[in-house]
């Protein structure tokens, strides 16, 4: 357990930037897949195939191709810019996808004759989105939702491979590889660090959960 | 690979700064040496004599040795598609063998990676290992070295048109460059010293990553052990260039059986009184590539 006691400041800032990167890409993410999802069920058919077509490549591709084009192939084309926004561009693109498809199967879970009621009083497509179908949408999306993000916090260790360097994954590079440490109680450590990511946030989503339960 | 090797890069440099602070006592070691072996029929002469049992005796005797190279290392050894391998080492081992009598037609060249070296010598599959082998303690429990030979070095690679980085200590003053090693390296802890900011440091798995990030505009300087960057430099075809000082020391040793100490000091005398051949071996191989600081012949450590 020295490995983890003799490189605590380590930990903590590995912790830290990778907290850091999970609430950015978690606000982004949330953000566009909720563009997207709007899109999927707009009743305008053009965004709708620009909605499908989106979730349909997205979620298809792995993770990792898609670093490799932000990582690699932008600057191939003369792109130029940090690592670091490579990376989480390419996390909340990823992760966009998976939060559409999550929202859009709340959406259909909204009864139709809401939709059809806010249309009856003169609301708008966008108010009746906003109003009235999100909300409950997003209520029962809460589970599937929590999973998604769940999955983009520990997918966030890939970054790490894609020069986004001091991430929590990267510092049992830098233990084990640089500084000679065996990887297990390093291993532990990250994990650790990665559960206290993941746990509190299970913690909040089945709070946000009881909060916004209906009562049928 | 040797990036698993803090420990081993610091016990090699407490040696080098041991052997460079000791000249004194290394020479007074080598001296009386030196004077036997002048006695003996050296280099280019035509039928060497050996004492009866040792090691050189018997491979001048059966006028052939059995070499462990790298066959993947540009500048050092590599081997194409036909023909033996090419390089310094390659260059070396040919003129320790050629002080035995030994023609280059008649060593066999047997690969031997990073991980399989020391391996290769108790095992006896080849009489000696020129291989960018770094010196270490944890080796040496194992095998002798013969050298160093060579002494190798971190240092900055750039691309060819920039003028504006010059050394480590540029990355300091500019805060915008970046430099790019690999994850868990000993040169990517190495470099930290110099960087105003760890942001300036960008980590890949491999430095093929980090050329490609070099080429792209990515980062502004990639570094390693300059044998590793003349390679890149080498095959980029001028698009690269090292630049700077080497500001780490990596010496390269040649791998024989332990505790052969009549052999280690063969080849050390060999090697002092081929200077020429040696400095000759060097501007055809990596010393050729530019940016790549001329060779200059280590002195000995004492065999053990």
Do not use: H
Request: with cysteine.
């Amino acid at each position: 357990m020295d490995a983890i006691t003799d490189n605590l400041d380590l930990f903590v800032s590995g912790y830290w930037t990778s907290l850091k990167i999970c609430l950015i890409a978690l606000v982004g993410s949330l953000v566009l897949g909720t563009i997207i999802a709007a899109c999927r069920v707009s009743p305008v058919a053009p965004l709708r195939w620009i909605g499908a077509t989106w979730v349909n490549m997205i979620r298809n591709a792995p993770l990792t191709v898609l670093l490799f084009f932000f990582a690699f192939g932008l600057p191939e084309i003369g792109v130029l810019g940090s690592y670091w926004v490579f990376g989480v561009s390419a996390l909340i693109i990823y992760t966009s996808a998976f939060v559409c498809e999550a929202l859009r199967a709340g959406i259909n879970s909204v009864s139709s004759g809401q939709a059809e009621a806010a249309r009856a009083i003169g609301l708008p497509f966008g108010a009746t989105l906003r109003e009235v179908i999100l909300p409950q949408a997003f209520r029962t999306s809460i589970p599937p939702l929590g999973s998604v993000l769940i999955a983009m916090f520990k997918n966030s260790a890939v970054l790490g491979a894609f020069g986004v360097g001091g991430d929590l994954f990267s510092v049992s590079d830098t233990l084990t590889s640089a500084r000679g440490y065996a990887a297990t109680p390093v291993l532990l450590g990250v994990a650790v660090g990665y559960l206290l990511i993941t746990l509190p946030a299970g913690a909040l989503l089945a709070l946000l959960e009881r909060k916004t339960a209906i009562l049928r | 690979m040797r990036s698993k090797t803090l420990i081993a890069l610091l016990a090699a440099g407490t040696i080098a700064l041991a052997g460079c602070g000791g000249t004194t006592p290394t020479e007074s070691t080598t001296e009386p040496m030196t004077s036997d072996a002048a006695s003996e029929p050296m280099a280019s002469t035509d039928t060497p004599t050996f004492e009866a049992g040792t090691t050189m005796a018997k491979l001048a005797d059966a006028g052939k040795m059995k070499v462990g190279t790298k066959f993947d290392q540009p500048g050092f050894g590599l081997k194409g598609l036909s023909g033996g391998p090419e390089g310094f080492d390659v260059e070396v081992a040919k003129i320790i063998a050629g002080a035995m009598g030994i023609t280059a037609d008649n060593i066999e060249w047997v690969e031997t990676p990073s991980k399989v070296r020391e391996e290769v010598i108790e095992q006896g599959k080849v009489d000696m290992v020129v291989a960018t082998y770094t010196i270490n303690d944890k080796r040496k429990e194992r095998i002798t070295f013969a050298g160093p030979y060579y002494v190798a070095g971190q240092q900055l690679m750039v691309a060819a048109d920039d003028d504006s980085i010059i050394g480590p200590e540029s990355l300091k003053e500019q805060k915008d460059k970046k430099v790019c090693s690999v994850t868990g390296s000993t040169p990517a802890e190495n470099i930290k010293e110099y960087l105003a900011s760890d942001s300036q440091l960008v980590l890949f798995d491999v430095y093929d990553k980090c050329a490609d990030a070099l080429r792209t505009g990515q980062v502004q300087a990639v570094t390693t052990d300059n044998v590793i960057l003349l390679g890149f430099v080498s095959e980029s075809d001028g698009k690269f260039k090292l630049v700077g000082e080497q500001f780490t020391e990596e010496p390269y040793g040649i791998g024989i059986t332990k505790g052969d100490v009549a052999f280690c000091e063969f080849i050390n005398t060999t090697l002092k009184d081929n200077e020429d051949a040696y400095n000759k071996a060097w501007d055809s191989t990596a010393g050729a590539v530019e940016g790549a600081s001329p060779a200059k012949l280590p002195a000995a450590e004492p065999c053990s």
